[in-house]
């Protein structure tokens, strides 16, 4: 889901980018039906959907093989060569368009070409780690979620640096669509902070308790009862009192192991502490 969300960022903005190259620049650079403007934006609208497909695949890697990286790259050099393509249709001169995006298409299968190479000697690799391997977030998506969100504003001042005409309204609709998605990931990001901060928590409470308390009775172990005494005795001389350190011996016992079995001997040792911490004071260790 988190994933899918970052994606869809970025798709947003490039969606709006190829809008306003095709659908709003026109206007200014030739004459062009808004019909022929939509089917020249056809492709690389929908080269923003593999860029955008290939964007939740880098996400979620636990590692960018190069043939990754290859593939990621062949689905951006293919949405330029529509771009330029489409530009072709549109300008007076498309002669060097013509070159750029034939270059670009040459460049794209050529990346293609080459992940499909090295696949095969990758077949015995796991390119994705589990779920629990995965980082929620990684630095990689914190550049893309940030460059998506300056995204929008940084088109409008493009085009306006360029002479052409924006439609306010558009730009309002995706800032706040890719603001609400980057707002959604930090709150989630937030959550599970606090719960990994409260999983830590307890953790360091069941480690502290395990490393003072026997495993079987729940009573102090060895270790806190040395600690406890020692302390105890430096404030019996500082104050001039005293203490008591009562030991207890079950007779017996042995043959009660030997004879009903070590689980029934944990039981008796069991219901002995219970009977003792009954007795005891706040107090008292």
């Known amino acids: 889901g988190d994933i899918f969300i970052d994606a869809s960022a970025v ?8 809008w306003q190259a095709f659908v709003v620049a026109p206007d200014v650079l030739v004459s062009g039906t808004i ?10 609208m929908a080269d923003v959907l593999i860029v955008a497909a290939f964007a939740a695949a880098l996400f979620s890697a636990a590692r960018r093989n190069v043939d990754m990286l290859m593939m990621a790259g062949f689905a951006v050099a293919l949405l330029i060569a529509d771009i330029f393509y489409g530009v072709v249709q549109l300008v007076a001169d498309p002669r ?7 270059g670009f298409y040459f460049v794209a299968y050529g990346l293609l070409a080459g992940a499909a190479y090295m696949q095969p000697v990758k077949m015995g690799e796991d390119p994705t780690a589990s779920d629990s391997d995965r980082r929620p977030i990684s630095t990689f998506r914190m550049a893309v ?4 969100l300056c995204g929008a504003p940084g088109v409008a001042i493009l085009s306006l640096a360029l002479g052409t005409k924006i ?46 308390h026997d495993a079987l ?30 030991f207890i011996d079950l007779d017996g016992f042995k043959a009660i192991n030997d004879t009903l079995g070590h689980q029934t001997g944990d039981m008796l040792l069991s219901a002995v502490a ?7 004071r706040p107090s008292d260790l």
């Open 167 to 212: 439609h306010p309204p558009v730009y309002i609709v995706a800032t706040i669509l890719v603001s609400a998605t980057v707002m959604f990931r930090f709150a989630g990001m937030v959550r599970r902070l606090e719960t990994e901060q409260r999983r830590l928590r307890d953790a360091e409470s069941r480690l502290v308790y395990q490393a003072s």
């Open 96 to 102: 060097l368009m013509e070159d750029i995006s034939n």
């Open 35 to 44: 019909i022929e403007r939509f089917v020249f934006a056809a492709y690389p």
């Open 274 to 280: 219970g009977r003792i911490r009954a007795a005891l």
């Open 145 to 148: 979620l940030g460059l998506a």
């Open 217 to 246: 009775t729940g009573l102090p172990n060895r270790p806190m009862l040395t600690e406890r005494l020692q302390r105890e005795i430096r404030a019996a001389r500082v104050d001039r009192s005293c203490l008591a350190l009562m």
């Open 11 to 18: 798709a947003v903005v490039a969606g709006l980018a190829i």
